[in-house]
Nanobody, 117 residues
Framework: QVQLTESGGGLAQPGGSLRLSCADS????????TTWYRQAPGKEREMVAS???????NYADFVKGRFAISRDHINNIVHLQMNSLKPEDTAVYYC???????????WGQGTQVFVSS
């Protein structure tokens, strides 16, 4: 079974940077997508960025030009480089892997990001 573990969260100042990592303990075959979501208190969960097994990438409008998602195929890690952080980026960030065969729909425990001066 695939298990995801997020790391890299913490406190950053506005304009600063953090790099989140989503480590996959298993192997996912075929076409699948790894997606970073975030959820702030009292708000709906929202998609931040996604990357497929073939490195096809999509970003939410509010992070375009600031965040970069990448996949380390050798180590089974998806990174989310977050630059030019804003207070609005404060949230718990979750990693999800979905698709493949046998079908996978796995979530990590989340990592907290605080952006504040």
């Amino acid at each position: 079974q695939v298990q995801l573990t997020e790391s890299g969260g913490g406190l950053a100042q506005p304009g600063g940077s953090l790099r989140l990592s989503c480590a996959d303990s298993g192997v996912i075959r075929g076409i699948f997508t790894t997606t970073w979501y975030r959820q702030a208190p009292g708000k709906e969960r929202e998609m931040v960025a996604s990357i497929t097994n073939a490195n096809v990438i999509n970003y939410a409008d509010f992070v375009k030009g600031r965040f970069a998602i990448s996949r380390d195929h050798i180590n089974n890690i998806v990174h989310l480089q977050m630059n030019s952080l804003k207070p609005e980026d404060t949230a718990v960030y979750y990693c999800n892997a979905k698709g493949g065969y046998p079908r996978v729909d796995a979530w990590g425990q989340g990592t907290q990001v605080f952006v504040s001066s």
